[in-house]
């Protein structure tokens, strides 16, 4: 590294552009961001997203102290929101120092959210020394007066009311649309279909045939799945990107059953049976109950005679009904008969989880008597294993009372090793490693800022400040990341001896009439394994926290 002597310096020419190299290497590190509304539909060519990263660039070449480094263009997502993807690989970049200042046309580009953009301009930015500059809101975050502005809050407010105003607008459009019974649907036209050439009603296709078929077999009883199965083997088309398929590219019972439940399918014209959840695209849908779709009937040429029709759908309807009162009744009788070592079974010889299996001894009666079974009973590895409810819960109830017991004499000793020249030393010799650690990375800053002075000074040349100036970057990352830790060491040290205490001091018996404390065992059992043998082992938690807290206090 060449450095020369601060006590014979003279300016030169040479030394007029060296510092000219300096001012060119502190250039700004920028980005462009641009964002299209969803209601643009993502249109790659639409001159409003060009207009934006124009200007933009513009502005950057008119400012010689920005070095643009990418232009982040989200198009077709909302702004109440910030789940973008452009959006996202923007703010990795920031976070990992590539930008250090943001450029758009306006802040309603950057968000329409009040809440969440206000914090972005607040909070988040000004922590991570990241500029942001709207052109056409002359707002620039490195201006105090900008920041503190009342006008940028009310302009965030305004562009998140415009935003939901837009919404309303578009619904209410979307419903007085759907009123009108000569109104074709937006989207792709149903499986068997497709619109007409004056595009005002839709016509079958092709595809119809398979359609029918599909209504003959559910008429006949075949169930989904076979009728799965069935529209597989005849290689029949895929329905389209409305219907869900499979990522592998097959014919699913959930691209079925819609079709099957479809009413288009009887020659009506069906709107609103879902909605968005949000103002949002990207905020969801929901499914809305049959009462309040808005349903044209005999609107086109229907595939399927409406009484064929509207049986399947009843069957459907009424298979759901029962289903539903199936799992109430089971639920009902869960909570009576209910699983109170849940998660906690293990079977000790294949190392899979035991479930809990409910029987009656009498037709019409509830659940009577219960066994954990092991999860692996239709495997190929299959151990059979099963134990009765009632003898784990008594083997359970008994080992935690062991454990507590001894618990309770060792967070004596903690308690008193804690209090005394143990637990003195162990909080001393953290805080000496904070310390250590805090005096390098002040000292590794202090290295940087010197480094800095020495190349503005011309002591250093480019290659090696860039080459030095990195390695101190990396350094400095580590230190903080270890006094970090180290920190965060001496709060968890305390938090967990803590916790542990009061586990022990609040840990109370509260057994029902069986004399089984259910709580009292989750909380204190890890897993219980069952062996072939008959054996039963029970891991506590907590166990390795306490060795951990005896071993520091040593």
């Known amino acids: 590294m060449a450095r020369k002597s601060r006590r014979f310096q003279v300016v030169t020419n040479q030394s007029v552009t060296e510092s000219r190299s300096a001012m060119e290497v502190l250039r700004i590190p920028t980005a462009i961001y641009a964002r299209l509304s969803v209601e643009n539909a993502g249109r790659e060519d639409d001159e409003s997203l060009r207009n934006q990263i124009t200007l933009a660039h513009s502005y950057v070449l008119e400012h010689q102290e920005f070095e643009l480094i990418d232009t982040y263009a989200d198009n077709g997502f909302t702004g109440t929101n910030f789940d973008r993807p452009e959006f996202t690989r923007l703010m990795n970049d920031v976070n990992h120092g590539r930008i250090s200042c943001i450029v758009v046309k306006d802040l309603s580009r950057f968000g329409r959210n009040y809440v969440e953009t206000g914090i972005y301009i607040e909070n988040i930015f000004p922590k991570m020394q990241v500029r942001l500059i709207a052109i056409n809101d002359n707002f620039d975050s490195s201006r105090e007066e900008d920041r503190m502005s009342i006008s940028v809050p009310v302009k965030n407010m305004v562009n998140e009311m415009y935003s939901r105003d837009q919404s309303r607008k578009i619904f209410a459009a979307f419903q007085a649309r759907r009123m009108k019974k000569d109104v074709l649907m937006t989207g792709k036209p149903p499986y068997g279909y497709d619109r007409n050439a004056e595009n005002t009603k839709l016509v079958p296709n092709d595809e119809a045939d398979y359609v029918r078929v599909m209504f003959q077999w559910a008429a006949m009883g075949v169930s989904t799945a076979r009728i799965t199965e069935r529209m597989e083997l005849i290689g029949a088309p895929l329905p389209g990107r409305n219907i869900r398929v499979k990522s592998s590219g097959k014919w699913t019972q959930a691209s079925v059953k819609p079709i099957l439940r479809n009413p288009a399918y009887a020659g009506d014209m069906c709107f609103g049976r879902s909605r968005s959840i949000g103002i949002a695209a990207h905020d969801g849908v929901e499914r809305m109950p049959r009462k309040e779709w808005v349903v044209h009937r005999d609107v086109h040429y229907p595939l399927v005679p409406r009484p064929d029709w509207e049986a399947i759908d009843k069957s459907f309807t009424e298979r759901a009904e029962e289903v539903k009162r199936t799992m109430e009744a089971r639920k009902e009788d869960k909570e009576k008969f209910g699983d109170d070592l849940y998660g906690l079974v293990w079977c000790g010889d294949c190392d899979r989880k035991m479930f809990l299996d409910r029987k009656c001894y009498a037709e019409g009666e509830t659940y009577t008597h219960s066994a954990y079974e092991c999860g692996a009973k239709h495997h190929e590895k299959c151990c059979y294993q099963s134990v009765s409810t009632d003898f784990l819960k008594v083997v359970a109830m008994e080992q935690v009372r062991v454990h507590l017991s001894l618990m309770t004499d060792r967070a004596a000793v903690i308690r008193t090793m804690k209090e005394g020249e143990a637990g003195k030393n162990v909080e001393t010799s953290l805080d000496k490693k904070i310390a250590s650690v805090a005096l390098k990375l002040k000292e590794a800053r202090d290295g940087r800022a010197r480094l800095y002075e020495d190349y503005k000074d011309g002591l250093i040349d480019e290659?090696?400040?860039?080459?030095?100036?990195?390695?101190?970057?990396?350094?400095?990352?580590?230190?903080?990341?270890?006094?970090?830790?180290?920190?965060?060491?001496?709060?968890?040290?305390?938090?967990?001896?803590?916790?542990?205490?009061?586990?022990?001091?609040?840990?109370?018996?509260?057994?029902?009439?069986?004399?089984?404390?259910?709580?009292?065992?989750?909380?204190?059992?890890?897993?219980?394994?069952?062996?072939?043998?008959?054996?039963?082992?029970?891991?506590?938690?907590?166990?390795?926290?306490?060795?951990?807290?005896?071993?520091?206090?040593?």
Do not use: C
């Open 463 to 554: 290659t090696d400040f860039r080459t030095i100036h990195d390695k101190k970057v990396r350094g400095i990352g580590e230190l903080e990341a270890e006094l970090k830790g180290l920190r965060a060491q001496k709060d968890a040290f305390d938090k967990v001896i803590k916790d542990f205490l009061d586990f022990i001091d609040n840990a109370r018996e509260n057994p029902g009439e069986d004399g089984f404390d259910g709580d009292l065992v989750r909380r204190t059992v890890n897993r219980i394994s069952v062996f072939k043998n008959g054996a039963v082992e029970i891991s506590f938690k907590g166990d390795d926290l306490l060795s951990v807290i005896e071993e520091a206090m040593r």
